[in-house]
């Protein structure tokens, strides 16, 4: 990979970026790297980085679900099984998403038996809200408690979770979201023999692997019940196993549809629900914590002022969002400044090598984009100021140049990669955008919001993690101010 632009060293060593990674930096130095060498760079003997929309076309969505995800996936196995998130190929990933994937269709998500409950776990944090008034809430737990309950909602009606209300749901939660395992995995993917050889060790440092018992055994039992709500996923992955067993019992020349399926059993069921809820915490977890965090900043008070001017107009009962155009310009611009999911996407180069922008890539080599430097580097799409937090760029009119594009807020959501991109983009895209705006409607018509001020910038800067990021304090501190009063909140 010579000839691609990236700093010398990394032609023989990928140990800066293992340093990197390992300090939980990776996101923010493969990003200096793209602001010095531009949208294509190497950043280790075998590995390059890419910015740009020609590249996310190519990786991600060529042939539909793009290239193959590199073995770095292993890591992510639930009770040794491989879920759709870790399948590696893609004809046993579109398998397993045809299971599934209508459970997370936008038409099921808005159904009301859905809705209604992602809306009452909203009220639960107003009430929340409410609680702290005169002091700060740490919205960091709060909105975790928040998604934890939400994803559960969807994936086990009614076996959800109410970590809002209840202590022991609370402790899972934290469990979840409080994982310190990135250094142990890490050396387990690049050092497999060394990882055994001291790994008594490494739990005297502090440097643990991924312990998340209470979670398993909640997932465990929960997938084994039979009567989850239609809308849910268990309600899906249990019909379709009672479907096989059925289909078992008939001759060959009976097969039908379900052969086109991938093959579950009890403990697939338990491994996808288990990456599914754990998938479901974080990500919106954290772009929320991000995206109030940034409304409460004295810089974008014109911002919340203006969001909340929207939702006093048009109070109440639409939960079809058509009518709040900046509620959904300002959660598509917080998933753009603080994407959940900022880090790169490994892939590998297919069989005779392929042309990215311009540079041949052999067979093999792994290749990825990042959504922090894909929403900031390409200036076409994003204007002058990447770095401004400014909802109104998905509002923008066209103008001539953009038209040709294919308009200018067209053009931008193309590059948009918060969610990924093709066919092994986020399944669960429309129930995140759904808890996201249901959670904004419901506070920001309630209350101002403003940072606790002993809250410092640091303990929001961005700490990966394996695959997202969360603010490096694992805290966030915000005081409410009702808008009327006191007295004028109503749960
Ligand atoms: C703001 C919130 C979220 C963000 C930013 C986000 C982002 C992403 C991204 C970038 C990917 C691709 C990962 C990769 O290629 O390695 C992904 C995949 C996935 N997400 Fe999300 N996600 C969010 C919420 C959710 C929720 C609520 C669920 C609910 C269950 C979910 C379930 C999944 C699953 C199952 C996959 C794997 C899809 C596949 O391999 O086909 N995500 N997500």
């Not at 399948?87 to 398998?95: C, G, P, S, V, Y």
């Not at 754990?278 to 974008?300: H, K």
């Amino acid at each position: 990979l010579s000839h691609i632009p990236g700093p010398f060293y990394t032609k023989f060593t990928s140990l800066l970026l293992k340093y990197h990674e390992l300090r939980a930096t990776r996101t923010k130095y493969i990003h200096s790297l793209h602001l010095r060498y531009g949208p294509v760079v190497r950043v280790a003997p075998n590995e390059v980085s890419f910015a740009s929309r020609e590249a996310v076309k190519e990786i991600y969505c060529s042939g539909g679900s793009g290239y193959d995800k590199s073995a770095w996936y292993d890591l992510f196995k639930v009770y040794g099984r491989r879920t759709m998130f870790t399948t590696l190929n893609k004809d046993d990933h579109a398998k397993r998403k045809r299971i599934l994937a209508d459970r997370y269709a936008n038409s099921n998500v808005m159904r009301e038996p859905s809705l209604n409950g992602i809306v009452e776990r909203a009220e639960r944090v107003v009430q929340r809200c409410v609680e702290s008034l005169g002091g700060s809430l740490d919205l960091y737990i709060c909105l975790h408690s928040y998604a934890y309950d939400c994803v559960t909602h969807h994936l086990f009606h009614p076996y959800g979770a109410d970590s809002l209300r209840n202590k022991q749901d609370e402790e899972i939660m934290r469990e979840v979201t409080f994982d310190d395992s990135l250094q142990n995995r890490q050396l387990s993917y690049y050092s497999p023999t060394l990882h055994k050889a001291i790994s008594k060790f490494l739990y005297i440092w502090g440097v643990k692997p991924r312990e998340t018992p209470l979670a398993d055994k909640f997932v465990l039992d929960t997938a084994a019940k039979t009567d989850a709500a239609p809308f849910t996923l268990l309600n899906r992955l249990q019909t379709v196993l009672s479907t096989q067993s059925t289909d078992n019992n008939k001759s060959n020349e009976d097969d039908n549809e379900s052969s086109k399926l991938a093959k579950i059993d009890q403990l697939d069921i338990a491994a996808e629900l288990l990456d599914h809820m754990v998938a479901g915490i974080d990500t919106t977890g954290d772009a929320l914590c991000f995206l109030m965090w940034e409304l409460s900043q004295p810089r974008s008070f014109r911002c919340q002022t203006k969001l909340r001017q929207e939702l006093l107009s048009f109070p109440g009962e639409d939960l079809s969002f058509d009518k709040l155009p900046y509620l959904d310009a300002v959660v598509m611009e917080g998933l753009r400044c603080f994407p959940a999911i900022p880090m790169s996407l490994p892939r590998i180069i297919p069989r005779d090598g392929r042309t990215i922008n311009g540079y041949y890539l052999p067979e093999g080599t792994t290749v990825s984009c990042q959504a922090h430097s894909v929403h900031r580097i390409d200036r076409e799409a994003w204007g002058p100021d990447p770095d401004a937090f400014r909802p109104e760029r998905w509002l923008e009119k066209e103008g001539k140049k953009d038209k040709e594009n294919g308009g200018a807020v067209e053009a931008r959501k193309k590059v948009f990669f918060a969610f990924a991109n093709g066919g092994r983009g986020c399944v669960g895209k429309h129930l995140a955008l759904a808890e996201m705006k249901i959670l904004l409607r419901e506070v920001y018509s309630r209350f101002t919001t403003l940072p606790d001020q002993t809250m410092t910038e640091k303990d929001m800067e961005m700490a990966d993690q394996l695959i997202s990021s969360r603010p490096a304090g694992l805290k966030c501190l915000l005081r409410f101010e009702p808008i009327g009063g006191q007295e004028e909140v109503v749960v």
